[in-house]
């Protein structure tokens, strides 16, 4: 590993560098009252100045006088739209005299690199390559897009009220694999990232820049910035104690927060929407008039729905109530029998953007606390 | 909720569609004649055999397909929408009249013979039923394609998947899925605006929110809407008044039982207070 400090007048520099790689960058921008992420052509298309205020079914932009790039938790969306697209044509067939032709739908997958991402939703990412690129179930689309990926981590200084990674162990500081890792600092009159290569690729992109060395400084100053968010996190209402969850939900499926909860809940999925690692996904096969055509499109689906879990005779998960219990049950406990992993990395997404406010980290301390006093 | 799309046999020759209307704007027959570029391709894949709104020309029933529109409003089309039931082998109600009683299912919420002496100069002129109605409350129908309008797209759909004998693809889920799908920033959260989408059903693709403005229901209730827990956030986190509420819950879609019973339930509130 390289580190190095990289002025943030410089940061134009290292994105011309990217692009000049060949890849089409993707970052966080002010777009609709709301930081997306979208193609990102120089560092003025960045939200500096913005940042986010986030907590239960509320979402707002807010401008602040840091001048930082990267002073907002996470944006709506989630770098999942890049990966497993929500919308996609798998395959047409056309019927030609008594056979049928069965074309696969191969579709242009860009270089792209993704820069501003946080440690959490780095984990997300890891989890859906597991299930779409390392399981038994490879999706060759995911796969595809996923392979070249240039990764540019942003640590995470600025999380929202409705940040939990800490209880997740996601973060906020970056520990998995990426290309660069950033920390952005603003210290007195001082602008300036920290940046470390972790990859060969990193290194041939860091050897472009106008870099200057790392000095104790710098990293005292980096490593304050981590700690107040930290705190931060370990302050708010959303720290709660993840050990034994699984267990808790295992023994808990009749448990009363259920009905409470699904008097509330809208069953409108945007949670799992939102959700970084919520893979879930239906095939629609449709014909036209003429029968001689035939599409079979794949996109996003939910547990929130009826239709996904409809079989001969009905939907098995008919009520609000057992489909949120799937949901949460499928995030905290079966996720690590599957997977082995944690299917929620406490990103806060699903808390933001859950109209009506539905928060899981409270959810789960009502189970816990009924379940202690039984 | 795919719906079973209906019974259907097959005979020989082209299938004969009728096209009926009740009590209604058109905007739904017009939906099938802007198909345009698909029109022809109907005309060559279905015999069109009684569609008032596009040719005065009319064959004889049974009818293989009827796209039954508007609702239900008259005694005398009481009687009629039986006989279209008798001479369809299966009936698919389109739009928010015909599945939900459409804005003039206002009605039902008022006193009908106040509104024609104040209205006509010759009251007594006048033959209406007390309510407007879905086509369902009268006679068996097969499958309800909602919105005002409907969709084309999923209109085509539905006439693709009779004649191929699939179920068509017409999901039940919210609005909220099409417009996370667009990517959408959600105005509801990120700006206050009121929106129906979470208790709407999907099919105009979120156009509403597309456009920065809160979906106001025109595609009736979702599978499993849960307005009461919509209408109490929209009171006391988005600060919208009781009469809001119930006006966006009484609009085209205000007879499905769903949002007939919450504008009823938030008007008795309001008379509480
Ligand atoms: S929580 Fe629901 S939508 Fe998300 S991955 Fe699990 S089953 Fe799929
Ligand atoms: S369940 Fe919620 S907090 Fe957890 S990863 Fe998904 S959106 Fe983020
Ligand atoms: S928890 Fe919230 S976002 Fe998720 S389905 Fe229920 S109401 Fe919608
Ligand atoms: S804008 Fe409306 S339809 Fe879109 S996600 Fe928000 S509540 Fe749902």
Known sequence: MQEFVLQAEHLEVL??????????????????????????????????????????GYYRVSRNDSGAYFAYAVGVGSWKQFLQL?????????????????????????????????????????????????????????????????????????????????????????????????TEVIDHKEHYFVIRSESQRGREILK???????????????????????????????????????ELLYRNYDSPVWDQVAERCLSCANCTMACPTCFCSTVEDTTDLTGEHAERWERWDSCF??????????????????????????????????????GCVGCGRCITWCPVGIDLTEEVQRIQQLDKTL | MVRHPGAIGSRPGKLKL???????????QLSLLDCEDELLQLADNIDIAYFMEASSHAEPGPYDLSLVEGSITTSADAERIREVRKQSRVMVAIGACATAGGIQALRNFSDVEEFISAVYAHPEYIATLKTSTPASAHVTVDFELQGCPINKRQLLEV????????????????????????????????????????????????????????????????????????????????????????????????????FDAASREWESRDEQE
């Open chain 1, 15 to 56: 994105i011309q560098v990217v692009r000049s790689e060949g890849f089409q960058l993707m970052g966080p921008v002010v777009r609709n009252g709301a930081i997306t992420y979208d193609e990102i052509s120089t560092a003025s298309d960045l939200p500096r100045g913005w940042g986010d205020e986030q907590e239960k």
């Open chain 2, 159 to 258: 006439i693709s998947a009779f004649l191929h004998r699939r179920a068509p693809q017409v999901p039940a889920h919210s609005v909220c899925i099409e417009c996370k799908l667009r990517g959408n920033v959600c105005v509801w959260v990120a700006h206050g605006t009121p929106c129906m989408g979470p208790v709407t059903q999907a099919g105009c693709g979120a156009i509403c929110p597309s456009y920065h403005r809160g979906c106001y229901g025109c595609y009736g209730p979702k599978e499993n809407s849960n307005t009461t827990s919509l209408c109490h956030w929209w009171e006391q986190e988005l600060g919208v008044e009781k009469v809001t509420v119930v006006e966006n819950l009484r609009n085209f879609n205000a007879a499905a039982p769903v």
């Open chain 2, 18 to 28: 009728a096209v009926w209307k009740f009590a209604s704007c058109d905007g739904c």
């Open chain 1, 208 to 246: 472009q820049l106008p870099l200057s060395s790392l000095e104790e400084r710098h990293s005292l100053a980096e490593e304050q910035a981590l700690q107040a968010a930290v705190q931060k996190m370990q302050e708010g209402p959303r720290k709660f104690d993840s050990a034994g969850v699984k």
């Open chain 1, 305 to 342: 729905t009826g239709d996904f879990s409809y079989i001969s005779g009905g939907s098995v998960r008919a009520s609000t109530r057992s489909r949120y219990r799937q949901w949460m049950t499928h995030k905290l406990a079966t996720w690590h029998d599957q997977f082995d992993t944690s």
């Open chain 1, 86 to 182: 929500p919308r996609r044509k798998v395959w047409e067939a056309h019927k030609k005299d008594d056979a049928m032709d069965i074309l696969e739908v191969l579709d242009e997958v860009p270089a792209r690199a993704f820069l501003g991402v946080r440690s959490c939703d780095l984990h997300a990412i890891a989890i859906q390559d597991r299930v779409f690129a390392e399981g038994q179930y490879r999706n060759e689309n995911y796969a595809r897009r996923r392979q070249n990926i240039l990764l540019i981590a942003v640590n995470c200084t600025t999380p929202a009220a409705t940040c939990f990674c800490t209880v997740m162990n996601t973060g906020p500081k970056v520990t998995t694999p990426t290309d660069l890792t950033m």
